[in-house]
T-cell receptor, first 113, second 111 residues
């Protein structure tokens, strides 16, 4: 099973809402990532988890809060977002750290009203 | 600072060969990757070069020259389904391993 799943596929939220994005993989990968991608732009790294510990936070605003409850799951908690946060949020996982074979999930398309 | 340069668009004919170049400038360099992304889809890993030389995977090949901070992706026997965006990306270790993507090259394959 080389699949990374993400839920929900689409999310519309107001600026005062709290919501969560979920990512799951069962490949035994110990590195997991959150990326943000705007239309016609490259993916931008937000967070890296390695062995369930946050290893990189790319100066992401605190209204985005990541969580790694176990080695298969990655969540991204959203609170008080701004319209400019509307984007495709991609999760990826990888077996090791020194290669770059990342498996991406299909993404959650987020719209903030 | 860091930079990744690749052409914004390339157009080629079905059955042809196309080369997408990538130059980079970064610290903590480990390797160069290539990802493909179709419209509305997620990025898909194509190749990774950590050492100098050519890596071949089917119709796709990737090359790296660390001394020139340069790499390329070669696509042979182009098919219509190869129309997509192609991102070069550097794998770096700066306070932890991470991948930084270039702006992407949009490939249009014409019949």
């Amino acid at each position: 099973d080389t699949e990374v799943t993400q839920t929900p596929k689409h999310l519309v939220m107001g600026m005062t809402n709290k919501k969560s994005l979920k990512c799951e993989q069962h490949m035994g990968h110990r590195a997991m990532y959150w990326y943000k991608q705007k239309a016609k732009k490259p993916p931008e790294l937000m967070f890296v988890y390695s062995y369930e510990k946050l290893s990189i936070n790319e100066s992401v605003p605190s209204r985005f809060s990541p969580e790694c409850p176990n080695s298969s799951l990655l969540n991204l908690h959203l609170h008080a977002l701004q319209p400019e946060d509307s984007a495709l949020y991609l999760c990826a996982s990888m077996a090791g750290q020194t290669t770059d074979t990342q498996y991406f999930g299909p993404g959650t398309r987020l719209t903030v009203l | 600072g860091q930079s990744l340069e690749q052409p914004s668009e390339v157009t080629a004919v079905e059955g042809a060969i196309v080369q997408i170049n990538c130059t980079y400038q970064t610290s903590g360099f480990y390797g160069l990757s290539w990802y493909q992304q179709h419209d509305g889809g997620a990025p898909t890993f194509l190749s990774y070069n950590a050492l100098d030389g050519l890596e071949e995977t089917g119709r796709f090949s990737s090359f790296l020259s660390r001394s020139d901070s340069y790499g390329y992706l070669l696509l042979q026997e182009l098919q219509m389904k190869d129309s997509a965006s192609y991102f070069c990306a550097v794998r770096v270790n700066r306070g932890g391993f991470k991948t930084i993507f270039g702006a992407g090259t949009r490939l249009f394959v014409k019949a």
